[in-house]
């Protein structure tokens, strides 16, 4: 997969390109307007992740030439400016999502994810976890054909469990995830791990739930072969 | 005019006595004249009678109004003309007489010439109350035409008060003049121009400010929170720098809080926020009560919901909304003894509609009940975290939905947090 990343703050770029590296993307990084605009009309990428606010270039204007070039390309809008106002010009730009800086690599990598799942037509609508079913259309988890009814909340936390597997997500990353508003996530809180508990508990009235890690003081991890 | 109708009914009885005594000088001059033709034989009997003694006495009345008397004295004295009441007819009549003594064939005689002063009086009176009547209306009239005359005079000063009263905030001011021509109007009108301006440019300078570095601490947070992230990937770290890292990112997920926290409430002050929504609040507490679940349980706190009917507000912002109910009822939690309770309760008014949050926590010292909505103050004793943001929000949500917030606290009982929402008003917007 083939991505440009559209950052003028070169740090932040090379956070992104490490990371997305280690992901298995191949990664191109613009710096600037003019760069990116060249970019776009010469390679074919998969994924764009645009910064909105770039000093040489209306970030939805170059938003509209990717469109026009590469009809193919998912576009994940970055944006510091946190007005809704960009948020909506952008998706009706065309663009598949939209992250607020600060965001985690984490979630970047899941919403990736998300938009991989729903453009490449990866059709099998569930996935199989250790023989649990995970249906992320309809938000559900079963195990050999019976539901586990789970909270909105344990659902999520296993999704991005899933979503980073083989990975540890600490609980700071859980918590940002889970409260999609940063203003009501709660640092300092417990409650990451009383919802790992429930979900451990619900799952594991069908088999063994091992593979959803503890691991030492940091955070858990989905353990998947 | 008023002093002159106040004289007026002494000037007319002057006039009339002056008036009277040039009649009676007349009618003396009149006498003297028939005396002097006639003799005295014509008016003057010889004392006969009982009544007069020895005296001679003439008595001549044409009306009771009028009268003329000689009679007969020893002693001769100067001309008067006085007023006095005078027995006529057996009844008392203030009157106006002239005396007169002269020699008449070496005998002094005193004329005297009367007239009643009653119809004086009465004129006097009817004139005091024409008056009166005058007086007063010209009184109404006066005070009407002043008034008036006051309220066109103050015409400008009233604009400029309606001006000031229709301003919450400097840039709603209208900075256009009031039409005047009198130089202090406009010299004040002016300057309370000029210190709106004053002020409006402090605000936004200091909105600007905020939004701004805000927004610039954005990007190195971002940087600081990848780089973190990326380190933590590796997986070749120690277990120590592990949890190191950890705990930076918590620090760095509180920092990204307070910014977010002072760009929403910016945000809302720099009115960049949308306000299009129908939001029901029963629905919306309902909501922040099943999204805050969990950390009631983790506490062992019982919520009591109590919304009632549904309530639709509009034209809202329903995830600012939300922010300030789950603020408040998280802040309901923070505070509360472990088994603790949060009632929540709605109510409609008149012209108001009200909810309720109330805790059964630690309170909240009087002295700290009014700064607990500005910025940074912090008002926590229990040692948990607080960044003295969330209220501020609150306020500034509230305040955005036109909605006061109000709160009432004894310590170790709890608190009671209210947002009154006015009903039927239009967008006015108190920061």
């Known amino acids: 997969m083939n991505v440009l990343v559209v950052e003028d703050e070169k740090s932040l770029a090379t956070e992104m390109h490490t990371f997305l590296k280690n992901e298995g993307y191949i990664c191109d990084v613009a710096s600037t307007g003019k760069e990116a605009s060249e970019k776009i009309f010469i390679n074919p990428y998969d994924f764009l992740l645009l910064d909105l606010g770039l000093p040489d270039y209306d970030g939805l204007d170059l938003l509209k030439e990717a469109k026009e070039a590469n009809q193919e390309a998912a576009i994940i809008i970055l944006t510091a400016r946190g007005s809704t106002d960009d948020k909506v010009k952008g998706l009706d730009l065309g663009a598949d999502d939209y992250l607020a800086k600060p965001f985690s690599l984490m979630e970047l990598s899941s919403r990736m994810q998300a938009i991989i799942r729903r453009k490449h037509g990866l059709k099998k609508a569930t996935t199989d976890v250790h023989g649990f079913e995970i249906d992320m259309n309809n938000r559900t988890v079963s195990f050999q054909g019976k539901m586990i009814s789970l909270t909105k909340k344990e659902f999520d936390i296993f999704q991005y469990l899933l979503m980073n597997k083989n990975r540890v997500l600490t609980r700071v990353q859980l918590t940002e995830h889970i409260w999609d508003n940063a203003l009501e996530a709660d640092y300092d809180s417990n409650y990451v791990d009383v919802h790992i508990k429930n979900l451990r508990k619900k799952l594991g009235q069908c088999a063994e739930v091992d593979w959803l890690e503890t691991v030492r003081g940091i955070g858990y991890r989905m353990n998947m072969s | 005019m008023a002093g002159f109708l106040v004289f007026l009914p002494g000037l007319i009885y002057d006039a009339s006595i002056t008036h009277i005594d040039t009649r009676l000088e007349k009618k003396k001059t009149n006498m003297l004249h028939l005396i002097r033709n006639k003799g005295m034989g014509e008016f003057i009997e010889e004392a006969t009678d009982s009544t007069h003694g020895d005296s001679a ?299 309720e949050v109330k805790d059964t926590g630690i309170g909240i010292a009087p002295e700290n009940l009014t700064s607990i909505f500005y910025r940074f103050k912090k008002i926590n004793t229990t040692g948990e975290e607080s960044y003295g943001l969330g209220l501020p929000m609150v306020k500034t949500i509230a305040g955005f939905h036109n909605a006061e917030i109000k709160v009432e606290s004894t310590v170790g009982e709890g608190s009671i947090f209210t947002v009154e929402f006015k009903l039927n008003t239009h967008e006015t917007y108190n920061p």
Do not use: W
């Not at chain 2, 009547?133 to 015409?155: C, E, F, K, N, P």
């Not at chain 2, 009108?189 to 570095?213: C, H, L, P, R, Y």
């Not at chain 2, 918590?250 to 960049?272: A, D, M, P, V, Y």
């Not at chain 2, 009631?296 to 507000?313: C, P, R, T, Y």
């Open chain 2, 57 to 355: 006495y003439s008595d001549y009345t044409i009306f009771r109004e009028n009268f003329v008397s000689i009679e007969l004295v020893k002693d001769f004295e100067e001309d008067t003309i006085v007023t006095s009441p005078r027995d006529i007819d057996s009844e008392i009549v203030e009157s106006r007489v002239l005396r007169h003594f002269f020699h008449y064939n070496n005998s002094i005689y005193l004329m005297e010439i009367g007239e009643s002063m009653q119809y004086v009086k009465d004129l006097n009176l009817v004139v005091r109350q024409i008056s009166l009547y005058i007086l007063i209306v010209i009184i109404t009239l006066t005070v009407l035409l002043d008034l008036g005359a006051i309220q066109y005079l103050l015409r400008p000063l009233r604009k400029i008060e309606a001006k000031l009263l229709a301003t919450q905030r400097p840039e709603k001011f209208d900075y256009h003049p009031v039409i005047t021509t009198t130089t202090d109007f406009q010299y004040l009108d002016k300057t309370i121009g000029e210190m709106m301006q004053k002020i409006q440019n402090a605000f936004s300078i200091e909105k600007e400010f905020i939004a701004n570095v805000s927004h610039e601490l954005l990007t190195p947070v971002s940087i600081l929170q990848t780089r973190l992230e990326n380190m933590l990937a590796t997986g070749t770290l120690s277990e120590e720098a592990e949890m190191k890292i950890l705990e930076s990112q918590n620090t760095l997920g509180r920092l990204k809080q307070i910014i977010r926290s002072l760009l929403l409430i910016s945000q809302i002050e720099n009115n960049q926020a949308p306000k299009e929504d129908k939001v029901d609040i029963p629905q919306l507490l309902k909501d922040v009560a099943s999204e805050i679940e969990e950390r009631l349980a983790g506490k062992h706190i019982s919520l009591e919901l109590n919304v009632g009917d549904s309530f639709v507000l509009e034209p809202a912002n329903r995830s600012l909304l939300f922010t300030l109910f789950f603020n408040l009822v998280n802040n309901a939690i923070k505070y509360n003894k472990p088994g603790g309770k949060i009632s929540i309760h709605c109510r409609k008014e008149k012209d108001r509609y009200i909810v």
